[in-house]
C-alpha cells in the first residue's frame, strides 16, 4: 500500500509523528498518515510532548517498528485523539486555541541519553585494570583523570599501581583515535608527572607508549625516579626518535658519568626538547661530554645543571660548548665550583656567544680573580640580559669595580645583576646611579661596608718617607685583596698601572710622594722595565716585601729572644752575691 503524506501545513500534531523504519515504506502493514524525521528528533519531540501540560490532545507511546534496535518509530492515525473525540486531520490549525507545544529542534540537546564524560570513562578503565592486576584503586589517582596536567608525584606508587595509571592513559588514547578530530575533547593531557615513583624499565616503555600514543603531551616530569641504567638508555632511545616533547625534567636521579652517554644522547639527537633540566645529580666531569653534545644542538632553549659537582675540567668543557652553540637562552650552573679555569672560560663564551640571555653563576667559587676574567667577557658582550653572581666570594671593592668596567662598556645590554649575599664598598652606589641614568639596570646587593677613611690634610713628605714607600703601598690595602688595590688604581683598565696612575693613588689616599719616591717604587716593582706595572709584577711586588717583613720578624725575635737570655743571666749571677740587711724604716716615738 503507498505512504500518503499529510497534506496539513502547519499542524502541531504532524512535529510528535515519528518516522517509519527504512525499508518499510511498501509495506500492507502501515495504515495512517506518518511522516520521516530522524530518531532522536523523534524521541526528542516525544519526550516534549508528553513533558507538556496538553488541554487539548492526549498521546500514546509510539510502537516500535523494526525491532529494538530499530532507528524510528510508528504512530498510527489511532494514536492522535482528543479527550471528548477523534482529532480530524482536515480540520484547520486555530492559532488561537490555547495549545501548549514547544516543538523547535535543538541539535546540541537532541540525545535523551547521557553521554559519557572523559573523567568517567578513565574512571570505569582505570577500575578495571586495577580488577585485571589485583590492585586496589587509588582515589589520589582517580582525582587526575580529566585534567591537562597530571600530576602522580610522590605517590610512592607500587609497579602494578604505575602501571595501571599509565595503561588507562593509553587505552583512553587509543579509543580516541577512533573518533574524528572534531570529535576530540580540548582537555586532553598535555603534562604528567610521576616524580618520586621509581621507573623501571617495564614503567618507561608505559609511559614511551603513552607518548607514542598521545602527541599532545609536551612536558614530562620524572624527577627523583631513581632513573638510571637500563631504564634510561631506554628512554633516550625513544626521545632520539621523538618530535613532540618540549619539556623533560631528570632531576634528582643521581645520574653519574656512566649515564653521560644517554644524557648526551638526548641532547644531540632529539630535536623538539627546549627546556632540559640536569639539576642534583653527579655528572662532575662529564660536562666536558654535554658541552660537546651541545654543539650539535639546534633547538634546546634552557639548560639547567645546578648542583652536578662540575669542577675544571667539566666547567671548562660546558663553556666551550656553549660557546659554540647558538640558540641556548638560559644556562643555570649555579652551585658548581667553575673556579679560575672555569671562569676563564666563561669569558671566552661571552666574547662569542650571541644567543645566551640569562646566566647563573651562583655559589660557584668565582674569587676576584676569576670574576676580572668573566668582567672581560662582559665588557664585549651584545646579548647578556640578566647576571647571577651571588654568593661567591667576591670582596667589597672587587663590586664597584665591575660597575666600573660595566659603565664603560658601551655595548652592553645587561639589565639585572644578582650580587646578594655580596658586601660592596662605598662607592658603588655612586656607580649604580651612573648607569641607571643611562639605561634600565637592577641590582641585588647586601649593605655597603661603612668605610669612611678620609685624607691626611698636612702631610711631611720627609718624615713619611723614612718608611720604604713600598710599604706604605701596600699598607693602602687594608682589608682589600691585591688584585682589587690594583684594579682600583687602574683607572683606564688597561691591566698596568704607570706612573701618573701610580702617583695618583698614593695622593688619592693621602699620602703625597716625591719623585724620589716614586722612582724607588717604580724600580721595585718594573722588573721588566717597560715604563709601566703589570698585576703579576704587582703581586711579586708584594710578595718580596711580605718575604721581607718575615726575615724581618725572625731577626726580632732572635734578638729579643737573645735580650731575655742576658737578662736571665744576669739574675742567676746576682743570686749568689752576700745578701745584704734590709732597711727599715724609722719607729717613731
Request: overall charge negative; proline content about 4%; some cysteine.
Amino acid at each position: 500500500m503507498a505512504v500518503q503524506q499529510p497534506q496539513i501545513a502547519s499542524s502541531p500534531v504532524k512535529r510528535v509523528i515519528s518516522t517509519i523504519p527504512e525499508g518499510f515504506e511498501n509495506s500492507p502493514d502501515l495504515e495512517g498518515t506518518v511522516s520521516r524525521l530522524s530518531r532522536n528528533e523523534s524521541r526528542t519531540m516525544m519526550s516534549r510532548a508528553l513533558s507538556r501540560n496538553l488541554t487539548r490532545a492526549s498521546f500514546r507511546m509510539p510502537t516500535l517498528v523494526g525491532g529494538r534496535n530499530s532507528r524510528t518509530f510508528l504512530v498510527t492515525d489511532s494514536a492522535i485523539k482528543t479527550p471528548f473525540e477523534p482529532y480530524d486531520l482536515k480540520t484547520p490549525f486555530d492559532p488561537d486555541d490555547d495549545y501548549d507545544f514547544d516543538f523547535e529542534s535543538d541539535d546540541d540537546d537532541s540525545s535523551p541519553s547521557k553521554i559519557e564524560s572523559v573523567e568517567d570513562l578513565l574512571k570505569r578503565n582505570y577500575q578495571n585494570i586495577c580488577r585485571q592486576l589485583h590492585v586496589t584503586p587509588r582515589s589520589k589517582i582517580i582525582r587526575e583523570f580529566g585534567k591537562t596536567a597530571v600530576n602522580l608525584a610522590d605517590l610512592n606508587l607500587s609497579n602494578k599501581e604505575l602501571k595501571a595509571a599509565l595503561l588507562t592513559f593509553i587505552k583512553c588514547n587509543e579509543f580516541d583515535d577512533e573518533d574524528d578530530d572534531e570529535d576530540k575533547n580540548d582537555d586532553e593531557v598535555y603534562e604528567i608527572n610521576v616524580s618520586g615513583n621509581r621507573l623501571t624499565t617495564k614503567e618507561i616503555s608505559y609511559l614511551t607508549e603513552l607518548l607514542t600514543v598521545n602527541k599532545r603531551i609536551s612536558n614530562v616530569i620524572l624527577s627523583a625516579c631513581q632513573l638510571s641504567g637500563e631504564a634510561l638508555v631506554k628512554l633516550a632511545e625513544f626521545l632520539s626518535k621523538s618530535y613532540t616533547l618540549q619539556k623533560l625534567d631528570l632531576s634528582h636521579n643521581d645520574l653519574t658519568d656512566k649515564d653521560a652517554d644517554a644524557v648526551c644522547k638526548i641532547i644531540q639527537k632529539n630535536e623538539s626538547i627546549q627546556e632540559l633540566i640536569l639539576a642534583h645529580n653527579n655528572l662532575g666531569d662529564s660536562g666536558l661530554a654535554v658541552g660537546a653534545a651541545l654543539v650539535e644542538n639546534e633547538t634546546l632553549k634552557s639548560l639547567d645543571l645546578s648542583w652536578n659537582h662540575i669542577r675544571v675540567i667539566g666547567a671548562v668543557g660546558l663553556a666551550n660548548g656553549v660557546r659554540m652553540n647558538s640558540n641556548l637562552e638560559t644556562l643555570i650552573v649555579a652551585w658548581n665550583g667553575f673556579g679560575f679555569e672555569g671562569s676563564v672560560a666563561l669569558g671566552k663564551l661571552l666574547c662569542k656567544n650571541t644567543s645566551l640571555l640569562h646566566l647563573d653563576l651562583s655559589c660557584n667559587r668565582i674569587h676576584p680573580p676569576a670574576l676580572f676574567e668573566i668582567v672581560k667577557g662582559l665588557e664585549k658582550n651584545k646579548c647578556l640580559r640578566r647576571l647571577n653572581l651571588s654568593q661567591n666570594p667576591i670582596t667589597a671593592p672587587m663590586t664597584s669595580i665591575l660597575l666600573n668596567r660595566l659603565l664603560r662598556a658601551k655595548h652592553s645590554s645587561l639589565q639585572e645583576l644578582d650580587l646578594a649575599g655580596v658586601v660592596v664598598d662605598k662607592e658603588f652606589n655612586s656607580v649604580l646611579e651612573k648607569i641607571q641614568k643611562k639605561r634600565m639596570f637592577i641590582v641585588r646587593y647586601d649593605s655597603s661596608l661603612p668605610v669612611n677613611k678620609g685624607s691626611v690634610p698636612t702631610v711631611d713628605p720627609k718624615n713619611i718617607f723614612n718608611i720604604d714607600p713600598i710599604r706604605i703601598l701596600y699598607f693602602m690595602k687594608e682589608h682589600l685583596r691585591t688584585i682589587d688595590l690594583f684594579l682600583k688604581f687602574d683607572k683606564d683598565s688597561s691591566n698596568s698601572l704607570t706612573r701618573d696612575e701610580m702617583q695618583f693613588a698614593f695622593e688619592m689616599e693621602g699620602y703625597p710622594i716625591s719623585k724620589a719616591a716614586l722612582d724607588s717604587v717604580m724600580s721595585y716593582l718594573d722588573t721588566n722595565k717597560d715604563g709601566s706595572v703589570d698585576l703579576l709584577e704587582f703581586i711579586d711586588g708584594e710578595r718580596k716585601l711580605k718575604r721581607k717583613l718575615i726575615q724581618e720578624r725572625e731577626e726580632e725575635k732572635l734578638r729579643h729572644s737573645a735580650d731575655e737570655e742576658l737578662q736571665n743571666d744576669h739574675s742567676y749571677s746576682q743570686a749568689f752575691q752576700t745578701a745584704t740587711k734590709p732597711k727599715f724604716p724609722p719607729i717613731k716615738k
